[in-house]
Structures are given as structure tokens and as C-alpha cells.
């Protein structure tokens, strides 16, 4: 099944790639290598903001990095041309606005993770850090970079 049927059954649409807000680019190219610069978590169009175990839950937080990985998938798109390409996604680095108590930081980036397996199978499969942060640009609750291979 192609990248594009599997997102379809999943009721997913890739939305538009939004441009940079600071001085950088939203993807690099090199080799064979796509690295995809951090994407912060949005709901309705702005930053959803909040810190995980104060004010929003774990499975919130879930949601959030599912949200992130569509968008991550969107600009991967916009870099490569065809999801289909993408061997492997290599590596995700999750960074949760965390509580000093948090520590679910791993489950809340399952979201992104899962997501990934269940667009691309195997391929999909990836190395991870997932780390609490004191504070994301614009209040937001998750970020997440990745690297893909094709």
C-alpha cells in the first residue's frame, strides 16, 4: 500500500507547509539524509500551548506529537516530493514542555512514533530521544525534529 492510500485510510490530509518564523530553513538536504527542522505542536491554527503535567494530561500531550508528526510528514513532502521515497525514518527528537515532576515524556512522544509506523510500516521504524524541556518557542507544548532517509 503507498504512503498516500495508507494516509487516506487513516483520514489523514497533509496540510500546507507554513513558512519559518525565524531566520532558518524547514528542511536540509544532504546525501541521501532529509533533516527536517523542529515543528511545534499547533491546534486550530496557533500554538498549543501548555506544560505537560501541569496543565494539559499525557494522553493531551499524545495528541499533540500526532499533530506535530502530520505536520512533519507535510514538509518531508515538500522536501522530497513523494513520501514514497522515504526508505526509513531515521530518527525523531521529541522535546515535551514538562513539569518538574513530569517523566512521560516517552508516551507522549509515542504519538509521533506510532503515527509514523502506521504510515510507513517497517519503514517507519526509528532511533529516539524524548526529553522535558522548561520551555518551547511561543509557549508550545511539543516540538519534534526528524531525519528520514531515502
Given at each position: 500500500?503507498?504512503?498516500?492510500?495508507?494516509?487516506?485510510?487513516?483520514?489523514?490530509?497533509?496540510?500546507?507547509?507554513?513558512?519559518?518564523v525565524?531566520?532558518?530553513?524547514?528542511?536540509?538536504?544532504?546525501?541521501?539524509?532529509?533533516?527536517?527542522?523542529?515543528h511545534?505542536?499547533?491546534?486550530?491554527?496557533?500554538?498549543?500551548?501548555?506544560?505537560?503535567?501541569?496543565?494539559?494530561?499525557?494522553?493531551?500531550?499524545?495528541?499533540?506529537?500526532?499533530?506535530?508528526?502530520?505536520?512533519?510528514?507535510?514538509?518531508?513532502?515538500?522536501?522530497?516530493?513523494?513520501?514514497?521515497?522515504?526508505?526509513?525514518?531515521?530518527?525523531?527528537l521529541?522535546?515535551?514542555?514538562?513539569?518538574?515532576?513530569?517523566?512521560?515524556?516517552?508516551?507522549?512522544?509515542?504519538?509521533a512514533?506510532?503515527?509514523?509506523?502506521?504510515?510507513?510500516?517497517?519503514?517507519?521504524?526509528?532511533?529516539?530521544?524524548?526529553?522535558?524541556?522548561?520551555?518551547?518557542?511561543?509557549?508550545?507544548?511539543?516540538?519534534?525534529?526528524?531525519?528520514?532517509?531515502?
Amino acid at each position: 500500500m503507498s504512503v498516500y492510500d495508507k494516509l487516506k485510510t487513516l483520514n489523514i490530509a497533509l496540510p500546507t507547509l507554513d513558512p519559518p518564523v525565524a531566520a532558518f530553513v524547514p528542511f536540509v538536504r544532504t546525501g541521501n539524509l532529509v533533516f527536517i527542522s523542529g515543528h511545534i505542536a499547533k491546534k486550530d491554527g496557533k500554538p498549543w500551548t501548555g506544560k505537560l503535567g501541569a496543565e494539559l494530561t499525557t494522553a493531551e500531550g499524545k495528541q499533540a506529537a500526532q499533530a506535530v508528526a502530520v505536520d512533519l510528514l507535510a514538509t518531508l513532502q515538500a522536501a522530497v516530493g513523494d513520501l514514497n521515497k522515504i526508505h526509513r525514518i531515521v530518527k525523531l527528537l521529541v522535546l515535551v514542555n514538562s513539569s518538574p515532576t513530569f517523566t512521560e515524556q516517552h508516551l507522549v512522544a509515542n504519538g509521533a512514533s506510532e503515527l509514523f509506523l502506521d504510515v510507513f510500516g517497517e519503514r517507519g521504524a526509528h532511533a529516539r530521544s524524548a526529553f522535558g524541556v522548561a520551555q518551547i518557542p511561543l509557549g508550545s507544548c511539543v516540538e519534534i525534529e526528524l531525519i528520514a532517509e531515502l
